[in-house]
């Protein structure tokens, strides 16, 4: 664990139940002593229920029975043996409703500009699907007499980052690298 849990109410169990200093509650539940001392006098924290942080895992009793020892010692969390939670992937992001109408005209220009990059990148990137992407190469889709490239970044479908990121990964160049190249081949 890197965070306590409840730290107000782990501070009033900690305040009823041992004898630690308010200095040493307070480093531990991250809160300033004199909190911890109105807590104790009953000014703050008024009906808040004591946590036990020995029960929940938080600490262990024999690290609580060294800082009742020791008053300059401070707490330290147990570590836990629960296993770390998987973070979510990075998937599409979420796409305004006005902007949506934009999608293939984006599509578009990553696919005239960009012939490079796979399918699973442009999905990755504008957050649509395969068989639009497929529609657009193939120009069947229903409104292709309306869509036109547009580049993705200034519709707003992807950060320029991403995009030049996805470039540099399936072996393009960056429309920056391309600007750059064109400056110096002007007279």
């Known amino acids: ?7 107000k109410a782990t501070a009033v169990w900690l305040i009823d139940n041992s004898a630690l200093t308010f200095e040493q509650i ?18 703050a924290g008024i009906g808040i229920q004591g946590y036990d942080p020995v029960i929940n895992g938080q600490i262990t009793r024999a690290e609580l029975d060294r800082c009742e020892a020791d008053s300059t010692a401070n707490l330290k969390l147990a570590e836990s043996n629960l296993p770390v939670p998987n973070r979510r992937t ?10 949506r109408g934009d999608k293939p005209d ?29 529609k657009i190469r193939e120009r069947t889709h229903w409104n292709i007499a309306n ?26 160049t960056t429309q920056t690298e391309e600007q750059l190249s064109n400056i110096s081949e002007l007279p």
């Open 1 to 7: 664990m890197t965070q306590l849990l409840m730290p």
């Open 26 to 43: 307070g480093a531990f539940c991250n809160l300033h002593p004199l909190e911890v001392q109105s807590i104790a006098d009953g000014e």
């Open 90 to 99: 990075k998937g599409p992001r979420y796409v305004p409703v006005a902007r």
């Open 106 to 134: 984006g599509i578009m220009w990553l696919v005239k500009h960009h012939p490079e990059l796979k399918d699973a990148q442009i999905i990755k990137l504008i957050g649509t699907t395969k068989e639009t992407i497929a």
């Open 147 to 172: 869509i036109s490239a547009k580049h993705p970044a200034m519709l707003g479908l992807c950060k320029q980052t991403d995009l030049d990121a996805a470039i540099t990964k399936a072996g393009g």
